[in-house]
């Protein structure tokens, strides 16, 4: 994984044992997905100030625009759950690549701080990770 650091810490300050436990609750919410439209199941976990786990699945709609990505809805969660500022999330889905926020979520989590690390992993095994500042360089604000 990129950036391994010392202690076991592998991405900005976590550590495997936190990755390994965010990308699992990301799977679990990837099995909830409601996808009758695309068959493209995401799921996501948000990791919080606090230290707590939010998963977060995308919710389809036949309007499309009333689509919810796994990603904001992990943060919904998160907030309204009163689990504390997102420090971090992972991605899983079922594309053999890993897959990176559209525009609109990489927005929501710019909300948060630019150095939120995002970590995604495809079913390739491979994690790939960076911060919102590196992957939203012009956020609105």
């Avoid at 650091?5 to 990308?23: Q, S």
């Avoid at 799977?27 to 909830?32: A, F, L, S, V, W």
């Avoid at 989590?109 to 095994?125: H, M, N, Y």
Wanted: glycine share 14%; net charge negative; charged share 25%.
């Amino acid at each position: 994984m990129a950036g391994s650091g010392p202690a076991g810490e592998v991405d900005g300050g976590l550590t495997g044992k936190i990755v390994e436990r965010m990308f699992a609750v990301a799977e679990e919410g990837r099995t909830r997905s409601h996808s009758p439209y695309s068959e493209f199941a995401v799921g996501a976990a948000v990791l919080t100030e606090t230290d707590a786990i939010v998963p977060g699945t995308n919710v389809e709609n036949a309007s499309y625009g009333a689509t919810i990505c796994a990603e904001r809805a992990a943060v919904l969660g998160a907030i309204s759950d009163g689990a504390g500022r997102p420090v971090a999330v992972a991605i899983v889905s079922d594309a053999r690549k890993a897959i990176w926020p559209c525009g609109e979520c990489l927005q929501v989590l710019a909300e948060f701080g630019g150095g939120l690390r995002v970590l995604t992993r495809g079913r390739d095994g491979a994690v790939e990770s960076a911060r919102i500042d590196e992957l939203l360089t012009r956020p609105f604000d």
